[in-house]
């Protein structure tokens, strides 16, 4: 036998305590994939999804994305929808505006009338379709209600013409050979007058005038832009009678003050 050798002395091994693992399992389960994890992680500890996501906040509706216009909106919180509705607001107020123009302009234009002071305007020329001898046209212009211009028949017509276009407030009429009650039956009177008003770019505007058979003058609102020319036209003679003819004594234009 071979001799032994002495042994070597052996180290002793290390001994492994256990340590205690925290409970994995107290926490909120991943919610993708349902394994536990321990509690303020922000990630899992498996796949690595994030435990507490931040809510997003629910989109807007539509209706509240309109206005103001200069919110902002996300995705998803009805942006087609809200540009959809202001072209259609935008549409609809300009067709509004089209359609309400002339009305408004109109009302704008009357307002001013009444807030304004009315002017006399003269004629720069009187011509008449038809005359009685020394009874003219132009006598309805010369400021003196005991003259007038005397018409053979119903149908004649007198025409005045003025030097620049002007805003045709008011029209005031004096029917009759006079405004004195004695001398107003001696002659035959229109109680219907067809008004033709010419403006500047050549419409007309036409407007059945009716008079009442009594002395004096008589006032009749027009509010006609831009006049040129104003024609009268007699009809519905009352008293005339052989040897009388139609008679209007005064004619007067106001424009805006």
Not at 110 to 117: A, P, S
Not at 229 to 243: C, E, I, N
């Given at each position: 036998m071979l001799p032994v050798q002495p042994a070597k002395p052996v180290a002793p091994r290390p001994v492994v305590r256990p340590v205690a693992e925290p409970d994995e399992g107290a926490g909120a389960p991943c919610p993708a994939c349902g394994t536990p994890n321990p509690p303020g992680r922000r990630f899992c500890r498996r796949c690595a999804t994030a435990l507490n996501p931040v809510v997003q906040p629910a989109p807007l509706p539509w209706w509240r994305t309109v206005w103001p216009l200069r919110r902002r909106v996300r995705a998803s919180s009805g942006r087609a929808v809200r540009l959809v509705v202001i072209l259609a607001v935008v549409a609809a107020l300009c067709a509004a505006g089209l359609l309400l123009l002339p009305a408004g302009r109109a009302?704008?234009?009357?307002?001013?009338?009444?807030?304004?002071?009315?002017?006399?305007?003269?004629p720069v020329a009187?011509?008449?379709?038809?005359?009685?001898?020394?009874?003219?046209?132009?006598?309805?212009?010369?400021?003196?209600?005991?003259?007038?211009?005397?018409?053979?028949?119903?149908?004649?017509?007198?025409?005045?013409?003025?030097?620049?276009?002007?805003?045709?407030?008011?029209?005031?009429?004096?029917?009759?050979?006079?405004?004195?009650?004695?001398?107003?039956?001696?002659?035959?009177?229109?109680?219907?007058?067809?008004?033709?008003?010419?403006?500047?770019?050549?419409?007309?505007?036409?407007?059945?005038?009716?008079?009442?058979?009594?002395?004096?003058?008589?006032?009749?609102?027009?509010?006609?832009?831009?006049?040129?020319?104003?024609?009268?036209?007699?009809?519905?003679?009352?008293?005339?009678?052989?040897?009388?003819?139609?008679?209007?004594?005064e004619v007067e234009f106001f424009e805006r003050g």
């Open positions: 009302l704008f234009e009357d307002t001013r009338d009444k807030l304004g002071k009315p002017k006399p305007v003269t009187v011509e008449a379709s038809a005359e009685v001898p020394g009874h003219p046209a132009k006598n309805t212009t010369d400021g003196a209600s005991n003259r007038y211009w005397g018409a053979p028949a119903p149908g004649a017509s007198v025409t005045y013409t003025f030097r620049k276009p002007f805003r045709l407030v008011d029209l005031i009429l004096t029917n009759g050979p006079s405004k004195s009650p004695d001398d107003y039956p001696r002659q035959a009177r229109a109680l219907r007058v067809d008004l033709e008003v010419t403006t500047q770019d050549g419409k007309q505007h036409r407007k059945q005038l009716t008079l009442g058979d009594t002395p004096g003058p008589q006032p009749v609102h027009t509010g006609i832009s831009d006049v040129k020319t104003v024609r009268l036209v007699l009809h519905a003679p009352v008293g005339l009678t052989r040897g009388r003819h139609l008679a209007l004594a």
